[in-house]
């Protein structure tokens, strides 16, 4: 495998529009990662996907002394009777001093986090939403990750319908807005790719492709946030 030595540095891909930068200043590694910076543990002993992927498994194994952890880019909670969750990417705070040009931006949507396992919606904690079998036609047979979405300001009507065991026609007020494609080996921006071409080609009836666009700068940021909010949208 590739390693890196005192004082060297490489860039990788991310999900991002600029690269992730991996550095070894004398022994202590680090990556400039979200995963790899929000970690609770000392920085001689953190690691991320894009690390791992670098230097093998068992370089980082043996590097940080441990077994490595799951790392916070992709999470599975655990529910009632230990039921464990998918494992779905996690909101993280903006420390407001980060420079976020070239990150992507996409409106939170205040709807029901759903994850399309190729052939079911699981919630978060790993239970499953009753849609209806027409709602899933002509979704892939690939992992989505996204949101059972009816409109801004209408969460409370989304979870009265999706929780229902009924597979109701009240689904019909009800779009599956997906944002990432996480079975796929593949950056971010191809994952986004594949969505917005698996809309076009098939044009599922209940699946839309969440729309992303590429932060310009802070001032890009503020504006987006304010557009977004003046619709009524969470942020």
């Given at each position: 495998?590739?390693?890196?030595?005192?004082?060297?540095?490489?860039?990788?891909?991310?999900?991002?529009?600029?690269?992730?930068?991996?550095?070894?200043?004398?022994?202590?590694?680090?990556?400039?990662?979200?995963?790899?910076?929000?970690?609770?543990?000392?920085?001689?002993?953190?690691?991320?996907?894009?690390?791992?992927?670098?230097?093998?498994?068992?370089?980082?194994?043996?590097?940080?002394?441990?077994?490595?952890?799951?790392?916070?880019?992709?999470?599975?909670?655990?529910?009632?009777?230990?039921?464990?969750?998918?494992?779905?990417?996690?909101?993280?705070?903006?420390?407001?001093?980060?420079?976020?040009?070239?990150?992507?931006?996409?409106?939170?949507?205040?709807?029901?986090?759903?994850?399309?396992?190729?052939?079911?919606?699981?919630?978060?904690?790993?239970?499953?939403?009753?849609?209806?079998?027409?709602?899933?036609?002509?979704?892939?047979?690939?992992?989505?990750?996204?949101?059972?979405?009816?409109?801004?300001?209408?969460?409370?009507?989304?979870?009265?319908?999706?929780?229902?065991?009924?597979?109701?026609?009240l689904w019909r007020e009800v779009t599956f807005v997906a944002f990432d494609a996480p079975g796929m080996d593949a950056?971010?921006?191809?994952?986004?790719?594949?969505?917005?071409?698996?809309?076009?080609?098939?044009?599922?009836?209940?699946?839309?492709?969440?729309?992303?666009?590429?932060?310009?700068?802070?001032?890009?940021?503020?504006?987006?946030?304010?557009?977004?909010?003046?619709?009524?949208?969470?942020?």
């Amino acid at each position: 495998m590739a390693d890196l030595g005192d004082g060297e540095s490489v860039e990788v891909k991310g999900s991002g529009a600029r690269p992730y930068v991996l550095r070894n200043v004398g022994g202590v590694y680090s990556c400039s990662c979200p995963a790899w910076r929000n970690q609770s543990v000392p920085i001689e002993r953190r690691t991320c996907k894009h690390m791992r992927r670098l230097r093998g498994d068992e370089a980082e194994r043996a590097r940080v002394g441990e077994e490595i952890p799951p790392g916070p880019e992709a999470t599975a909670e655990t529910g009632a009777g230990g039921k464990a969750g998918p494992p779905l990417l996690l909101a993280e705070r903006w420390d407001n001093a980060q420079d976020l040009a070239g990150w992507w931006l996409s409106e939170k949507l205040d709807g029901v986090r759903a994850y399309w396992d190729g052939k079911q919606f699981l919630s978060r904690l790993g239970n499953v939403y009753h849609a209806p079998d027409w709602f899933l036609d002509g979704l892939p047979d690939v992992p989505l990750d996204g949101e059972l979405w009816i409109g801004r300001k209408a969460f409370q009507r989304t979870v009265g319908i999706v929780r229902r065991q009924d597979r109701s026609d009240l689904w019909r007020e009800v779009t599956f807005v997906a944002f990432d494609a996480p079975g796929m080996d593949a950056p971010f921006e191809d994952r986004l790719e594949f969505l917005g071409a698996h809309v076009e080609r098939h044009r599922p009836p209940y699946l839309r492709a969440h729309e992303h666009a590429a932060c310009r700068g802070l001032d890009h940021l503020r504006a987006e946030l304010a557009r977004v909010e003046g619709l009524g949208g969470e942020g």
